[in-house]
């Protein structure tokens, strides 16, 4: 079974940087959008950004001019890069994958705490 494994959260100061990363075990053939999600406590998960195979790119309204996504279409990676950091970017983030065909993948999430 493959999972998708993040990597990179963790604690840091408001104003701050931090770079997610997300890369699957195994293969997944012909992917389509990959993306990141965040759910805060006591609310419902959201998107934060996704990408297409062509780089086309969505960002929620709050995250704009501050993240940055980005993928490596030979590896099947997808990255989120986090500047000027806010305490409400507080969340689990999650890493999703959805391939052409099939069901969509998630990773386990990786906790992005911003402190004041």
């Known amino acids: 079974q493959v999972q998708l494994v993040e990597s990179g959260g963790g604690l840091v100061q408001a104003g701050g940087s931090l770079r997610l990363s997300c890369a699957p075990s195994g293969s997944i053939f012909r992917i389509n959008r990959m993306g990141w999600y965040r759910q805060a406590p006591g609310k419902q998960r959201e998107l934060v950004a996704d990408i297409s195979p062509g780089g086309s790119t969505n960002y929620a309204d709050s995250v704009k001019g501050r993240f940055t996504i980005s993928r490596d279409n030979a590896k099947n990676t997808v990255s989120l890069q986090m500047n000027s950091l806010k305490p409400e970017d507080t969340a689990v983030y999650y890493c999703?994958?959805?391939?052409?065909?099939?069901?969509?993948?998630w990773g386990q999430g990786t906790q992005v705490t911003v402190s004041t």
């Open positions: 999703r994958c959805q391939p052409v065909w099939g069901t969509d993948y």
